[in-house]
Every structure is written in structure tokens, then in C-alpha cells.
């Protein structure tokens, strides 16, 4: 029974711009003024974090971002997904997300990244929808009720999958889920949700991988992965056809010339050594001459 997960419905653009983004609850009383507005609960459930992440509570936007307001995008030209997941790099899962992300946003945008006025032709939180009727602007406004529809590749058609805004956080108040450097942006939770969402359909306790063959990347372009799994009898195999098309790293050699001032300082340092050892016992044989021709002048005087 764990493992059962909904057939998330084929995409379609009529459906979000008849999507109602409130709470769904029954009633139409007005909220009291000054307190919260109920928030929208996932049908589904809290997602399950893989087992190297221990959920100690969940908050919603307005709980943890006291003093932020809340936005789905802050940034609309750059993020950092590096900086502020440091705590959560210890789950293979979120490293995969983070790095696909970063690799599809580097496929897609390479050319225009490089460029003055770049325009950026895939952007991660446009697979996100919020408030809006299916149009192609795409820029989602947050939801004060919480609930988001994200737009995923999965089993062979762009899916429609339902999220809340509910996070999960540590028992030291970390939050468990990517996140920017601009703490107030929340489409890398969002996305992140939802891709979790479809990973736990590929997820099995007596795998030694967290993801099996789940790939981020095929959820966000909807490409077909080539999957090739490195058998322990093939390793010599790999490790030879790697030599042979990788380029060898190799230790740049040190210039003959310091290398030959190192050995002439050594070789200055031991005259001077010598030298010195030399030049010691004369100075103490001239003070015990000089001493000696005090001592017979001054006998002879007597």
C-alpha cells in the first residue's frame, strides 16, 4: 500500500485556466481580519523524503518567511542552488535535482548566457502555475491558499501534478528541500515537490541508489534517457575506454631553472655552514694568543 500512487492526468491547458486555486474547502465565510487564510492541503499527502532526510516538522510560507514576503520568482535571470543546500547534499535525490536543473538551464540558455541582453529560453519556474489561465506568460504569482499545479514529463506525456506550499524542515530548522539564495523564492520547492512526487514511483528500500533509474532531466525536457549501467565484470573495459578518450591529467613539471636555484641556495647554505664552523675555532685561537701575549708583557713588566 506504500508504494500506490495516483495516475497524475495528461496535460491540458483548459483544465489550468479552469483551476480554482483556493483552499477547496466548503464555506464561504470571509476570514476574521488578521488571521490566516486557510491554507490548500495536498490530497495526496506530505511527500516522503528519501530516508537520509529526517522530516521534523512542516510550515508554510507565511510560518518560516516572517520577515520576507513570498514570491515564486525573486530572480528571473540567475540563481544559486549551491549555497544554501550544503545540509541536503547528503541525499542523492536533492544532488540529482539541483544538478539537473543546472543542466538543463545551461543546454538550454548556453548560447544567450554569454550574450548582453540574454533571453532565456527554458526557465525552471515556468513548469510552475499559480493563479494564472494557461497563457503563455509565464512568470506564477505566489497563491496565499497554497496551491500550485507544476507541469512534468513523466510515463510518455506531460503530466498535471497538484502541490501544497507546505515545507519540510529538520529538527534544527533546516529546510529539507533545494532552495535559492534568495530565501523569499519558493519555485525550487515547488518544482522540487513535484519532482519527488514522481521519483517515489521509482523508489525501492532494497535498492543500493536512492532514484533507480528515475532521472530528473527527462521530467523537466521530456528526452529519453540512454541508461547504461556499469557492470563489475565490464569496469577494466570502461576504465580502458575512458583513458582513451579522456585527455590524462598530468602534474606540470617544475622549470629546470628553480630547480637548480634550489640546489645553488642548499649548496650557499652549506659553505656558509662550513664557513661558519671554520671561522669559529680561529676567532677562539687568536683570543687565546691574544691573551696569552697580555699575560708575558705584563709579567715582564713585573
Known sequence: ERWRFPIWPEWNDADISAEKWDNGKAGKEKPVK???SPGFDD??????????????????PQEFLTK?????????????????????????????????????????????LNSETPTLVWKPW??????SKGTKERIPLYNKFGKYVLKLYWMGCWRKIIVDDTMPFSEE??????????????????????????????????????MEEFTV???LTGWIPEVI???????????????EIVPEFKLPEKAPELKMTQDDT??????????RSEVSPMNKLSDIIEKAETASNVSKGL
Open 34 to 36: 488578521g488571521q490566516i
Open 43 to 60: 490530497p495526496e499527502g506530505k511527500i516522503r523524503l528519501p530516508a537520509s532526510l529526517k522530516v521534523h516538522s512542516w510550515k508554510r
Open 68 to 112: 520576507e514576503v513570498p514570491v515564486v520568482v525573486q530572480n528571473e535571470t540567475s540563481f544559486d542552488l549551491v549555497s544554501a543546500n550544503e545540509h541536503i547534499f547528503c541525499c542523492e535525490l536533492m544532488r540529482w535535482i539541483v544538478s539537473e536543473i543546472y543542466a538543463v538551464w545551461r543546454i538550454y540558455n548556453e548560447n544567450s
Open 126 to 131: 515556468e513548469h510552475i502555475y499559480a493563479l
Open 173 to 210: 530548522e533546516n529546510l529539507l528541500l533545494p532552495a535559492t539564495t534568495c530565501q523569499n523564492e519558493l519555485w525550487p520547492m515547488l518544482l522540487s515537490k513535484a519532482i519527488i512526487k514522481l521519483a517515489n514511483t521509482s523508489i525501492h528500500e532494497t535498492g543500493q541508489r536512492e
Open 217 to 219: 532531466l527527462q521530467t
Open 229 to 243: 549501467p556499469l557492470q563489475p565484470e565490464y569496469l577494466d573495459k570502461v576504465w580502458g575506454l575512458l583513458k
Open 266 to 275: 642548499n649548496a650557499e647554505e652549506t659553505k656558509d655552514s662550513e664557513l
